[in-house]
């Protein structure tokens, strides 16, 4: 199955979307408090306790700076398989 987003705009430079992004210690503020617990973090690695779900993980697979981040689910903590591509 395949998901697309919307494509979005910002006033920031893809600099500064790529370094946000390309690390996992920006992300915790991102999810929703109530739903999320857990949570651990590396720059490249994450995992986190998603309710009623279980926990589940991603890791970094690939970077091209400024225009490109893949992320894949990690298979230590998901036991389901994904990727996301974020293209800046």
């Given at each position: 199955?395949?998901?697309?987003?919307?494509?979005?705009?910002?006033d920031?430079?893809?600099?500064?979307?790529?370094?946000?992004?390309?690390?996992f210690?920006?992300?915790?503020?991102?999810?929703?408090?109530?739903?999320?617990?857990?949570?651990?973090?590396?720059?490249?690695?994450?995992?986190?306790?998603?309710?009623?779900?279980?926990?589940?993980?991603?890791?970094?697979?690939?970077?091209?700076?400024?225009?490109?981040?893949?992320?894949n689910?990690?298979?230590?903590?998901?036991?389901?398989?994904?990727t996301?591509?974020?293209?800046?």
């Amino acid at each position: 199955m395949k998901i697309e987003s919307k494509i979005g705009k910002s006033d920031c430079s893809e600099k500064q979307i790529f370094t946000f992004v390309s690390n996992f210690h920006n992300f915790k503020e991102l999810l929703p408090q109530d739903k999320v617990s857990g949570w651990e973090a590396s720059e490249d690695k994450c995992s986190f306790q998603v309710d009623p779900l279980g926990r589940t993980g991603l890791m970094i697979v690939e970077k091209e700076p400024y225009s490109l981040i893949k992320m894949n689910s990690d298979p230590e903590f998901s036991s389901y398989q994904f990727t996301i591509w974020v293209q800046i």
